[in-house]
């Protein structure tokens, strides 16, 4: 990418034109010394404005679940060099996980939820009993998933505050057991992300909620099966779930924060059946 200035240019990409966000920017010299280090932006951009003595350099490119890309870059007088295009191939070479239906493995999938408390620490807690199914379609735009969490499974390590987060003041479990999502469309982010479109009903109300869905990889389990594996994460607003219970202590602080986490980490079987 030519641009103006001193300092190293560069985009990275995927082999489908894809930006790696995040992916990180090794420079060395002929000794083998690292000069420079620098890391993309959401864009796959690269700006460093550090000026490098003129010469010959090793530039490398990685990004967590893609093989490294080496290549030898010349720094002009004025200290600059526009690497342009640098592609990252993913590892095992498997953009998507095969299209069908996929179950999801609660025993290992994780679904978090933080809250912040007293304006400043967090309070981590998770639901311990869910279930669900993501149908993979071959166009990853048509795929689909739904989810069923147990409101009373909510455990934040403390027994007193699991009571209150069970009461009329949150879930209300009694009245409301389940927590349930079901996409209404994918939209896609990059190679490997998408943004989930769906309804989230939770305490009597049913509201849009997006998740940002990242694919981490499929590989074989030792049951003989094949699994996926994704990473979620949305931000909800508990007053938009008619959970406006709070405490306001010294200086107006609220107790508990207005917004909640949530952070999904997400094994799938393929099939309809999970192996045990």
């Not at 083998?32 to 090793?58: H, K, M, N």
Request: net charge negative; charged share 20%.
């Amino acid at each position: 990418m030519a641009g103006a200035g001193a300092g190293v240019r560069a985009q990275v990409r995927t082999r489908d034109g894809w930006a790696v966000q995040h992916a990180v920017l090794t420079v060395t010299d002929m000794t083998g010394a690292q000069v420079l280090r620098a890391e993309a932006d959401d864009e796959g951009v690269i700006r460093s404005g550090e000026a490098l003595p003129a010469g010959p350099y090793t530039v490398i490119a990685t990004a967590i679940g893609y093989a490294p890309a080496a290549s030898t870059a010349m720094v002009t007088a004025a200290g600059r060099a526009d690497l342009g295009t640098l592609v990252l191939a993913r590892q095992g070479g498997v953009e998507l996980p095969p299209p069908g239906p996929w179950t999801i493995d609660p025993m290992h999938s994780t679904v978090a939820a933080t809250a912040q408390h007293l304006g400043i620490t967090s309070v981590h807690g998770r639901f311990t009993e869910f279930s669900g199914r993501i149908d993979i379609d071959g166009q990853p735009e048509k795929s689909a998933v739904q989810a069923v969490i147990r409101a009373g499974s909510i455990d934040t390590g403390n027994g007193m505050r699991d009571g209150h987060l069970k009461s009329g003041d949150f879930l209300n479990v009694e009245e409301y057991p389940e927590i349930t999502y079901r996409s209404s469309s994918v939209e896609t982010a990059g190679p490997d992300r998408w943004t989930v479109h769906g309804t989230l009903a939770m305490h009597g109300v049913v509201r849009d909620v997006d998740l940002d869905l990242t694919y981490l990889g499929t590989g074989p389990d030792p049951w003989g099966g094949t699994r996926a594996a994704f990473r979620a994460s949305a931000e909800l607003r508990r007053e938009d779930f008619s959970m406006n219970y709070n405490q306001v202590v010294a200086a107006g602080i609220a107790a508990i924060g207005t917004t909640l986490k949530v952070d999904l980490d997400i094994q799938a079987v393929q099939g309809e059946t999970l192996p045990f």
